[in-house]
């Protein structure tokens, strides 16, 4: 009896706190819109993360296996370009397409909502066919460009691996517009899930192939298929008609066109960076290309986790805002998240340059991935670790220029950008090798930030005037 007696007040607290926890969140994401986005942003990193784990995998399996060796130089130069058309194409058009469509559903309904989206993916599947054929036809003038540094066999397979990769253009992005239509209707879990496929079904593929490169584009292709089709049932579930088809080119189709213009420039200047920063590693020693890599690819995921879930969650609720022309609440959600952000990166910028020697060692380090290599990528991912706060801050007010309809600054930003990194990339490998690619990258951010941020304010403070001086003519 005395034993029950002492743990009744335990189970008593256990069942309070159960009770009180579900009660607790629904008061901190429900009312206001900054803690919607919140919400939103949670539940989108939350899942997320779940997806990035399987990647991690991945990356782990793709070191143990192929190391910093030339098959894996030939992979990742044969995916650059097709990572860089679904960026320029998907990606932008799938960021134009959010503030507009949501004001015509909201303004004119779903039926308006849905030729607008079936106009757009005929655009869609047009550039990325276009961009694919394009791709495959002049590879064997720009493989050379791109890595000049490799011999005759590296690049007869790196062709071999892009033939094999290039529909992935067309699958990712027709997967990306579907998801940001259910980002837009705030359905949030199943877009943040879905890239869990790809990672998933690569490592089962890794496994079947052993140790042939072949099995990496093989695996992401098969997973980027059934990631559209699993995106492309939940539409349907909604409602929406996944059949392209064209109704003219209307007022709303010209207004997602003027803003994809900007956003597509934007996006190939900051790929193209990309691509200049992995031509200058692969003039460098041999291994270089493969050491940026996996230099890097702690800090992108980290940016991707929690950069995608910022940008994903709040560009619906900017959209809104804007087009109700609530300029105190945009400058209040835009004021809170950039503080929010800077306070919890400022640390994790910190663990990753102070102790990025025993991270990669960690992450990395095992079969063919030895530890001479870990020296070069811990000062890699050291450098690159600087920018995060200024990146996932570029995030938050490039999505609020989107949602203003003001894409052309975020082209302007672009354009200093690329030629800032370009230029800081000359300067600083030759003063610190290949870990000068990333110093160049982070100060290129920091740059980029305070850019795209003076603009942006700049613009909230002209309409707030407006505002009070006109409502009617506010937006």
């Known amino acids: 009896m005395k034993s029950d007696n002492n743990h009744f007040p335990v189970s008593a607290t256990i069942n309070k706190l159960r009770n009180s926890l579900p009660r607790l969140w629904e008061r901190l994401t ?28 991945k990356e782990l399996l793709v ?24 960026n320029i194409v998907s990606n932008s058009l799938s960021i134009a397409l959010i503030p507009t469509y949501i004001n015509v559903r909201e303004r004119d309904g779903k039926d308006a909502a849905q030729r607008l989206l079936s106009g757009i993916t005929v655009w869609s599947l047009l550039l990325l066919a276009g961009m694919t054929i394009l791709m495959l036809a002049s590879a064997h003038l720009y493989l050379p460009w791109i890595a000049s540094g490799f011999n005759d066999r590296k690049l007869a397979l ?68 059934i990631e559209m089709v699993l995106l492309g049932i939940a539409l349907r579930m909604k409602g929406i008609s996944l059949r392209p088809r064209w109704h003219g080119l209307n007022a709303d189709l010209r207004l997602v066109g003027q803003q994809f213009g900007p956003r597509v420039g934007a996006s190939a200047m900051r790929s193209g960076s990309v691509v200049v920063d992995r031509s200058l590693a692969a ?28 940008g994903t ?14 300029w105190p609440g945009v400058s209040h959600t835009l004021k809170r998240y950039l503080l ?36 070069l990528v811990a000062q890699i991912q050291a450098l690159y670790a600087l920018q995060i706060p200024f990146y996932l801050g570029n995030v938050l007010v490039s999505r609020l220029l989107s949602s203003l309809l003001a894409s052309q600054i975020t082209m302007w930003a672009a354009a200093v950008n690329v030629g800032l990194n370009v230029l800081l990339d000359v300067v600083f490998i030759k003063m610190m090798g290949v870990p000068g690619i990333a110093l160049a990258t982070s100060c290129a951010s920091v740059f980029t930030f305070c850019f795209l941020t003076y603009h942006a304010v700049k ?14 003519t506010a937006g």
């Open 30 to 57: 429900t009312g206001s819109t900054n803690r919607q986005v919140f919400r939103a942003a949670t539940t989108i990193v939350i899942l997320t993360s779940l997806a990035k784990l399987a990647a991690v995998a």
């Open 63 to 86: 070191a143990r296996r192929f190391g910093t060796g030339a098959t894996i130089e030939s992979f990742l130069v044969a995916l650059l370009i097709p990572m860089l058309a679904i």
């Open 158 to 225: 790196a062709f071999q691996l892009l033939l094999i990769i290039s529909p992935l253009v067309i699958l990712s992005g027709i997967a990306n517009i579907w998801g940001a239509v259910l980002n837009a209707g705030e359905h949030f879990a199943l877009v943040a899930l879905a890239p869990i496929i790809t990672p998933s079904v690569t490592v089962i593929v890794l496994f079947i192939y052993r140790y042939s490169i072949f099995a990496l584009p093989i695996g992401m292709v098969l997973g980027a298929a």
């Open 283 to 310: 003039t460098s020693t041999p291994g270089s290309v493969a050491a940026l890599n996996y230099g890097n690819r702690i800090v992108v995921t980290l940016l991707a986790l929690i950069g995608v879930a910022v």
């Open 313 to 326: 969650a709040i560009t619906p609720y900017y959209s809104k805002m804007v087009a109700n022309h609530d």
């Open 340 to 375: 929010l952000l800077f306070l919890t990166s400022i640390p994790l910028v910190a663990v990753l340059f102070f102790f990025s020697v025993p991270i990669v060692q960690v992450v990395f380090e095992r079969g063919s991935f030895r530890a001479k290599d870990t020296q």
């Open 459 to 472: 613009i909230l403070m002209t309409r707030s005037r407006a505002g009070r001086l006109d409502p009617a």
